[in-house]
């Protein structure tokens, strides 16, 4: 089936820098856009999402924006700090398979 | 509380040992799916149902069977488990399928076949 594209698949940065994680994908009639963050030995957990009618969606230090003419989405992550050291992964819009993962490690 | 519960938790077993990791949710959702979690692969998707009865194959099937009987349940079945089936398993329901709303998730099984 159609994939999503997820980059990088490692990530390490200095806390209080900022992250950004980006999906492509293939499907044109997409509509949702969630990203989500597993923890060490946890399940995903949904973080943040949007949907196609916005570009962006801010929560608190994370936000998503969107471009659907690049079909690509990202997640910003700013002010990193260590407890946002996890494993990342967006999911390929409008069906429930995911990328690849982006391993995040933000040093103290 | 909302949730999704998986049991067990760790599993050790032997080639050829039919065994059933449950999974069950609370939150009266209609789609579940199964996936399977191995180091560099990323979250692959074994099987999901879309209803109660309504089951169809994710990208890695080979080797596992599901069943819905009721809307809550959706058990995993490994009828003659190999060692390549070691793995971290994740379930995982949504109000809907088709990728369009949140996927919540149980907190993984851990298999081991020997």
Redesign the interface.
Known sequence: ?ENVEQHPSTLSVQEGDSAVIKCTYSDSA???F?W?KQEL??????II?IRSNVGEKKDQRIAVTLNKTAKHFSLHITETQPEDSAVY?C???????????TTLTVKP | EAQ?TQNPRYLITVTGKKLTVTCSQNMNHE?M?WYRQDP??????IY?SMNVEVTDK??VPEGYKVSRKEKRNFPLILESPSPNQTSLY?C?S?SS???????Y????TRLTVT
């Open positions: 089936g997409s509509n949702y969630p989500y030995g946890k399940g995903p957990q949904l999402d992964f999911a390929n819009p409008g069906k429930s398979t995911f990328g690849d993962g | 999704v789609y799916s560099g692969l990323g979250l692959r998707q999901y994710g990208d994740f995982a949504s399928g088709q990728g369009s709303y949140e996927q998730f149980g907190p993984g």
